[in-house]
């Protein structure tokens, strides 16, 4: 069965910094992208950033130049480094993974269970 176990979330002041991490555990084939996502109350969950199989990486506008994603395929493990934190970077942070469990399979989403991130002002 896989599994996406996420770890660092917690409690900063606004200008610091948080390092989260994903480990991908399980029988799988290969993974795809990865990336990170998140969703504050009242809204819907968007991406932070992504970072596909051949090392290229996207985040939102609101994020760039403060945060910086990286993985390492060796562990299956996706990290999001995250500088100069804001009040409004608070939410839950979720891990993705795009898997494909055997040669044969197609490749489908898998999602951590969500580490809370929460930036005081």
């Known amino acids: 069965q896989v599994q996406l176990v996420e770890s660092g979330g917690g409690l900063v002041q606004a200008g610091g910094s948080l390092r989260l991490s994903c480990a991908v555990s399980g029988s799988i084939f290969s993974i795809n992208a990865m990336g990170w996502y998140r969703q504050a109350p009242g809204k819907q969950r968007e991406l932070v950033a992504a970072i596909r199989s051949t090392g290229g990486t996207n985040y939102a506008d609101s994020v760039k130049g403060r945060f910086t994603i990286s993985r390492d395929n060796a562990k299956n493990t996706v990290y999001l480094q995250m500088y100069s934190l804001k009040p409004e970077d608070t939410a839950v942070y979720y891990c993705?993974?795009?898997?494909?469990?055997?040669?044969?399979?197609?490749?489908?989403?898998?999602w951590g269970q969500g580490t809370q991130v929460t930036v005081s002002s």
């Open positions: 993705n993974a795009v898997i494909d469990l055997t040669y044969y399979s197609g490749s489908d989403d898998y």
